[in-house]
DNA sequence: CTGAAAGCGCTTACAG
DNA sequence: CTGAAAGCGCTTACAG
């Protein structure tokens, strides 16, 4: 590999004059620009970016930490949608994108820390798929700007998160709006900030209508993938005075849900009205197509790269920005069986 | 940010000494080290990657460049498997993935020369999503090993790919045997190197049975989702003598195959048999669940961070490398009806 | 066991 | 318009 220095000493110039046409730097004449450009063609010259992030102190690489275990990370639509809308993001200002994960399941809590120590990006996003409060400590100290997608924790700059607490809310007064009065809920110890203030927005929406929520209708499973669904599914439909609807706090526990129905032959919507969360692709081409409360998970990671984007200009973006959610109301619900 | 000057004052020995200690090298003698370590306790002192990539010339980060926009390859979930494979290998290196993707469409081929000129990365993976016969050129000068996840062009060291070729083949026998002989084909001009190993594959099977392969039946569409599956299914199942069977040489382009077959009451594989290509999650899934050809992205992935690995530790990996393909049948096909 | 010095390959004031 | 010099924050022989 070629250096400056090379570059400097075909073209019978100083490196500091390679160095100001390599960045386009006013100031230097026609005739050594010319000669500088074609020593860098005839070497084949490209700068070292490991040097230049030494001296100007940006690398143009934009971190982003998912602390989950992969196998987790890639079986999450979700979690894809936001990876995806920080790449767009980083992928518009010239970024690129520094993946980390957690090496294993139990790793997570540690590889947040171990991360976040002297990496080599100018920024960095942390999505919150686990409670980041006891990483406060390790993250508040960190020389880059970084944001969260999630909930805010002390110390965040800016932390980007949808309205679970409404979204929930919604789904659950339309389902006692259709006039259901049992509804299972379906939650998960993952994901726990966002999945508690859905269990919030359900309880709030009975005790808005006046109404009790039946709390041993509310299981909290170990995962959040569809076999826990599934599980879940199993628990609440074969009890003696089953629930007439079941609203899974995300998609992939409805279509675990959805499948123990169909195995069982439960007709759903007949004898089942069953709502999810989170809208994935998926969910709008199950049969039937489900009801879903939509947050969108690439504006959540293109947010969150707009705001350290905004910090690394030195701006100050919103501290706590909630996106909206909406209901999408598909074939999956109707009016319960005793109320037709 | 401390500076190991910093850490090295305070501990009252030298910066050299400080090194060492970081980096556990022996001959630092119980007192000077627990000296130092308090001194890098008390600062909160963290290395900095950059300066010490510059001296080292390792950063513990590989580089994976996926040449295409990114709305395609988060819709693409073969490619996905390949990234999740990818980022395990590397997590269990200690390495970091730095991912980067087109930025726009026809962006793509460029993007692939530009990214590799200079980055900040130990080595690299190039996912062979287009023909990267053109950058042969430019990926052959750089500085660092890198591996393609496809076909070998000129000057890679190693290339892992699924065999595509007997993949097809075999599918292709498969309903052959069943008794189809108007295969219909759906290929694209996406991905060009495995798909049309793939043609070939059909070919072959047709030839080795001494039918003759109607190429009328062969459909190359512009993309490879499931949108142009059902514009493929709708052309070849309208003609007035339409196939008995369709092979689709992507899954996403047979689950548009298949949406097509639905919405016109085309029992599948009642009166139309389908097979994929890939063996995505979702296929298995689908009503009825698809048969289809398994390639393992993750196993591909996995590989090609592997071979990467082993250049980087100076050994030589296969040059050409092929993983093996499985043919899974499921439910979507069957005799054509004129045999039952 | 410890440290002074040089060097990694750039960029940035500063002087001319 | 151009270049000499210092500096970014480390590590690595080398000498002691």
Redesign the interface.
Known sequence: ?ATIYEVANRAGVSPATVSKVLSNKPYVSAATRARVEQAIADL?Y??????R??TTGR?F?LGLLVPWD??Q???DPHL??I??GV??AA??HDY??????A?RRADAASACERWL????LDAAIVVETLSLQEQSAALA?Q?YPWVVVGYPITGTRAAIHADDYHGAMDATRYLLGLGHRRIGVVSSVQRPTALDERVRGVQAAFAEAGLPFDESLLLVMDDLGADDGYTAGAVLLRRPNPPSAIFALTDRLALGVLRYAHEHSISVPGSLSLVGFDDI??VAHA?PPLTTVRQAGFALGEAAARAVFALLDGDEPPHDRVLPTELIVRGSTAAPPERR
């Open positions: 590999m084949a490209v700068p070292n970016k490991v040097a992030g030494l690398v690489i992969p196998n990370i890639f079986a894809l949608e990876i995806h790449e767009h992928n518009q690129n994108l520094l993946l980390s994960t090496r120590r002297g990496n080599i100290q020389p692709a998926l049969s």
